[in-house]
């Protein structure tokens, strides 16, 4: 029995073997050796790009107004609402007017009194001209009524001041916006003391349509950028222009575009920093004092130089930067290139790249050197976009 079941499995095993042989092979083992590999491929060609450096910088109110006031007294109200939107001349707080009111009285009761002294003043003078023409009245006499005349008309002339300084005063008991902005907390309440002192600030005023963005550029940098484009390795944007973008604190880009005003001309001992400025309309109000925003800045323009799509570049087990050429139109070559910024989503080619050479950038995943390929043009969605410095 033990035998004839050793041999009923030996006949099994064999039949098993003679059925995988006739089996179907899978296609990837059918397919011959020498077939051609679908791959999609770029013709690369020199192109201008711009140089755009992405730099931390903050926003900053274009102009800041500490709201004083300019005559001492009890406040009286608060008109404004705070941090709403204020124009300027609009009234802000309203100090006690009464004192100054009487003293608006006094100074007009006096100038009143000096134009009635100057009125007697000049008829004496008058009188006086005539009697000296029939050289009835002295040069003494003359000479005393032509000064008392010229007396009354400065004190005229003081007494009209004084009334102009209280009418002044009274108008200063409105206190009014200097600037049109955004006005912040109110540090002064109804029934306080303020006076002229520079501790007495009532409010403050901030611009915000439009806003800087103060930023920062290691000063080697900016160094670099100037000697590249003095030795015509780089090409200058046209006068006057230098684009700037923000990018927000979570990424999203500005929908306004700005300009650059100046950059400083002295570089921080501490940080070796160079400052710049640059300008952006905020009619949404989205840009704060204080808020943190990344700067782009178009520096320069960088000649006749190749740019591949990121996914074609590779790295090896040594991290050098590589990429399969089609060569000949027909077969792949893995070529090793040296890489420089980052333009969007593409790479600059500072070297091991020629215009017209056709780099692989998808279905490399299958190649392998000199295998190979059916080239087909590569079409992407965007191949455009930003830069940020060079690695």
């Known amino acids: 029995m033990v035998m004839n079941f050793r041999k009923t499995g030996a006949v099994l ?23 051609p590999v679908p791959v999609s491929v770029i013709t690369v060609a020199p192109e201008d790009v711009p140089i755009t450096n992405e730099l931390p910088g903050r926003i900053a109110p274009t102009r800041i107004a500490e709201v004083r006031p300019r005559v001492s007294g009890i406040v009286i109200e608060r008109v404004f609402e705070q941090g709403s939107l204020v124009k300027q001349g609009d009234v802000l707080y309203r100090i006690d007017p009464a004192q100054f009111k009487v003293q608006v009285d006094s100074a007009r009761a006096t100038l009143k009194r000096a134009e009635a002294a100057r009125l007697q003043a000049r008829q004496q003078s008058d009188r006086q001209t005539a009697l000296r023409e029939r050289d009835i009245a002295s040069a003494q006499q003359y000479e005393t009524a032509v000064a008392a005349l010229a007396t009354a008309d ?7 001041a004084g009334l102009a300084a209280a009418e002044l005063n009274l108008q200063y008991t409105e206190v009014r916006a200097p600037i049109s ?6 540090l002064i309440t109804e029934g306080a003391l303020v006076g002229t002192g520079a501790a007495d600030i009532l409010a403050t005023i901030l611009q915000l349509d439009p806003v800087y963005a103060d930023f920062t550029q290691s000063a080697n940098e900016l160094l670099h950028l100037r000697r590249a484009l003095k ?21 999203t880009p500005y929908q306004h575009s700005g300009r650059l005003l100046f950059s400083e001309a002295a570089v921080d001992a501490l940080t070796g920093q160079v400052t710049l400025r640059g300008e952006f309309p905020n009619p949404e109000g989205d840009l704060l004092p204080g808020m943190y925003v990344r700067v782009l800045i178009q520096q320069g323009i960088q000649r006749n130089v190749i740019v591949v799509p990121q996914q074609a570049v590779q790295r090896d087990a040594g991290g050098r930067s590589q990429v399969y050429v089609v060569k000949d139109g027909k077969t792949a070559e893995l070529r090793v290139v040296l890489t420089g910024r980052i333009l969007g989503n593409r790479w600059v080619i500072e070297s091991g790249l020629q215009p017209g050479d056709q780099v692989v950038a998808e279905g490399f995943q299958k190649l ?22 060079k690695k």
């Open 13 to 35: 095993g064999a039949a098993a073997l003679l059925a995988s042989a006739a089996a179907p092979l899978p296609a990837a083992a059918q397919m011959p050796p020498n077939m």
């Open 154 to 160: 400065a004190d005229v002339a003081a007494a009209q």
């Open 181 to 186: 902005g955004r006005i912040g907390r109110a």
């Open 231 to 251: 030795a015509g390795e780089l090409g200058s944007n046209k006068a006057g222009e230098a684009p700037v973008r923000l990018l927000l604190d979570d990424g």
């Open 368 to 389: 392998r050197p000199g295998a190979p390929v059916a080239p087909q043009p590569w079409k992407a969605a965007s191949n455009n976009g930003g830069s940020t410095p």
